[in-house]
């Protein structure tokens, strides 16, 4: 009896919000232990909100013969957003697949104009471009890239295209700077010169040496959002330069997102520690130290706050996932426009209306957008690769 007190106050903090890692952890093992087809729920004019609740209720019968009745009313959630959260977070995974199968047909009306003009989701891809101006194409077979005296894909193999040593070193032998990019639709490994490893998001470039050998520090410039896991050299500090901030560190995991499209530039902390550095108009020139599990936020007048997060939203791309945790849906939008190299507009909607949930990153477009449609307020029409988002 004390173990089904436990589960049902864990589901509804779940559903609140406020649920510890401890019991997020618990509903995703009791929630993800059932066999998906064999609940059921009538879904004629029931919203989702509520097919969420009772699929919880039915699932907690199953599992404790105890309904929910008699305990305080769980409190509702806005949309398909939190539990789906929670649930990518501790476990990496969605609820697409019942989902899609228990909506309303009203819904799957709208989804069948999607199918016909679908849109694969963004894959493997880059470039490395010399300091002469020579474009290197890597395969999207793989999916990284080592750097260092040569040039080779992460399984060993060589890259098509090689590069001789006295190529990638340069004229003077004494290196060049070297751009590794992604275009939208596209992401990707690097590990640099150091043994740093670097993941790159769609849409971004990371400009580096050659060969850090003859410099005090380890210097690099992002565009874009990238994933860092920086080798340990405390003679050697690494710095992540952006438009915004110059990031310094000596060894850790971090995130950075510094896309010229946003309004902010993000610094995500995963282990370790790192000195964020900013020009702020009022106080000049401003550092901070992070801790594991803070992000600093960087406005463009320079302001920054630090607040403590949940790094597997800022991760969700790397663990290949969309994460929205009340975002505007122009925000929303924009991470799909970059991972479906996608064109977006809008008609009559409101783009600071609030959403959130998860869903894979590695499903069609027709996929993420149907999951958004099961918010209410809003459809989407996709014409080649334009997707129009109307009332």
């Known amino acids: 009896m004390q173990q089904t ?6 589901i509804e903090r779940y559903l609140a919000g406020n649920a510890t890692a401890a019991q997020r952890q618990l509903v995703n093992q009791w929630y993800h232990s059932f066999d998906d087809e064999l609940v059921t729920v009538e879904t004629v004019d029931v919203a989702y909100e509520e097919l969420l609740e009772a699929r919880l209720r039915l699932r907690l019968a199953e599992s404790t013969g105890i309904g929910v009745a008699g305990k305080t009313e769980v409190k509702r959630v806005r949309l398909w957003p939190r539990i789906a959260v929670a649930a990518a977070a501790v476990a990496a995974i969605t609820l697409g697949t019942w989902i899609y199968m228990n909506v309303s047909p009203d819904v799957k009306s709208g989804d069948e104009v999607a199918k ?3 849109i694969a989701p963004g894959k493997n891809g880059a470039t490395i471009t010399l300091g002469n101006g020579r474009v290197i194409q890597l395969s999207d077979a793989k999916n990284g890239v080592v750097i260092g005296s040569e040039v080779s894909y992460s399984d060993g193999s060589d890259v098509h295209d090689s590069l001789t040593p006295a190529e ?13 990019a992604t275009a939208r ?10 043994g740093t490893r670097v993941w790159l998001n769609a849409d971004s470039k990371l400009e580096f040496p050659s060969s850090f050998v003859n410099s005090n520090t380890r210097n690099v410039k992002l565009i874009g959002e990238g994933y860092f896991e920086v080798a340990k050299d405390k003679a050697h500090p690494f710095i992540v330069g952006t438009k915004n901030q110059d990031v310094t560190v000596l060894g850790t995991h971090f995130n950075i997102s510094a896309y010229q499209d946003e309004h902010v530039t993000t610094t995500t902390l995963v282990e370790g520690s790192v000195r964020v550095s900013s020009f702020d108009v009022a106080l000049g020139r401003r550092t901070e130290t992070l801790k594991p599990n803070q992000q600093s936020i960087q406005n463009p007048n320079g302001g920054m706050q630090v607040r403590n997060v949940d790094v597997s939203e800022a991760l969700d791309w790397k663990n290949g996932l969309f994460i929205f945790n009340d975002e505007p849906l122009q925000n929303v939008m924009r991470r799909v426009a970059r991972w479906y190299d996608v064109e977006v507009s809008y008609e009559g909607v409101d783009q600071n209306e609030l959403y959130g949930g998860s869903v894979s990153r590695y499903d069609n477009v027709s996929n993420v957008l149907r999951k958004l449609e099961l918010t209410g307020g809003i ?13």
């Open 5 to 10: 007190d436990e589960l049902l106050e864990a």
């Open 116 to 118: 016909v003009n679908d």
């Open 168 to 180: 990638l070193q340069g004229a003077d032998s004494k290196g060049q700077m070297l751009i590794a």
């Open 185 to 194: 639709g596209q992401t990707y490994q690097f590990m640099l010169p150091d």
């Open 379 to 391: 459809h989407f029409k996709i014409e080649g690769r334009k997707i129009k988002v109307m009332k």
